[in-house]
T-cell receptor, first 108, second 112 residues
Framework: KNEVEQSPQNLTAQEGEFITINCSYS?????LHWLQQHPGGGIVSLFM???GKKKHGRLIATINIQEKHSSLHITASHPRDSAVYIC??????????FGTGTRLKVLA | DGGITQSPKYLFRKEGQNVTLSCEQN?????MYWYRQDPGQGLRLIYY???????QKGDIAEGYSVSREKKESFPLTVTSAQKNPTAFYLC???????????FGPGTRLTVL
């Protein structure tokens, strides 16, 4: 069993839909990181959080430390949101464990 | 513009040859990392460096080597001992207690 599990693995949505991507982990963490990987391979940091909730534009990330679970929400989805979304948890200071990613496709 | 650069974007090598992947950052970050990404798998840590002239092995260091002679630079050498070197390689850096990682654009290495 992977230490970081994401669901779903693949997701297709219509433009405008509300999207939720889930991340569950089984290890003790100091922080959780949501990343976005575009088709060219580049990775962009979306959020780093250790408690509660963060919002940036149409993106919202939440984390429940007791349940070892985080969600990434996208409101009013758009085709440009199509990408792979990766959850990574940080153990200690330098070690990250990455999920395998959720591939999102938003159709116009 | 501050950021992390990796070059080249695509690299082809013959089996048995060593190859060095470049990673440079001008973010003044202390820590730098090398990851490998394979289809269907999460990123895996090859090596990381917290400060100049110091580095530690990650989960899959066999067949790889690194150096950290300058704060800005963290080159990765893929040696002929690496059994399956074809992959996408990502460099990252971070700073401070937060240690939020920032990634380079990656290098896709294909060994023929």
């Amino acid at each position: 069993k992977n230490e970081v599990e994401q669901s779903p693995q693949n997701l297709t949505a219509q433009e405008g839909e509300f999207i939720t991507i889930n991340c569950s982990y089984s290890v003790g963490i100091s922080a959780l990181h949501w990343l976005q990987q575009h088709p060219g391979g580049g990775i962009v940091s979306l959020f780093m959080l250790s408690s509660g909730k963060k919002k940036h534009g149409r993106l919202i990330a939440t984390i429940n430390i007791q349940e070892k679970h985080s969600s990434l929400h996208i409101t009013a989805s758009h085709p440009r949101d199509s990408a792979v979304y990766i959850c990574a948890v940080r153990e200690g200071t330098y070690k990250y464990i990455f999920g395998t990613g959720t591939r999102l496709k938003v159709l116009a | 513009d501050g950021g992390i650069t990796q070059s080249p974007k695509y690299l082809f090598r013959k089996e048995g040859q060593n190859v060095t992947l470049s990673c440079e950052q001008n973010l003044n970050h202390d820590a730098m990392y090398w990851y490998r990404q394979d289809p269907g798998q999460g990123l895996r840590l090859i090596y990381y460096s917290q400060i100049v002239n110091d580095f530690q092995k990650g989960d899959i260091a066999e067949g790889y080597s690194v150096s950290r002679e300058k704060k800005e630079s963290f080159p990765l050498t893929v040696t002929s001992a690496q059994k399956n070197p074809t992959a996408f390689y990502l460099c990252a850096s971070s700073i401070g207690q937060n240690n939020e990682q920032f990634f380079g654009p990656g290098t896709r290495l294909t060994v023929l």
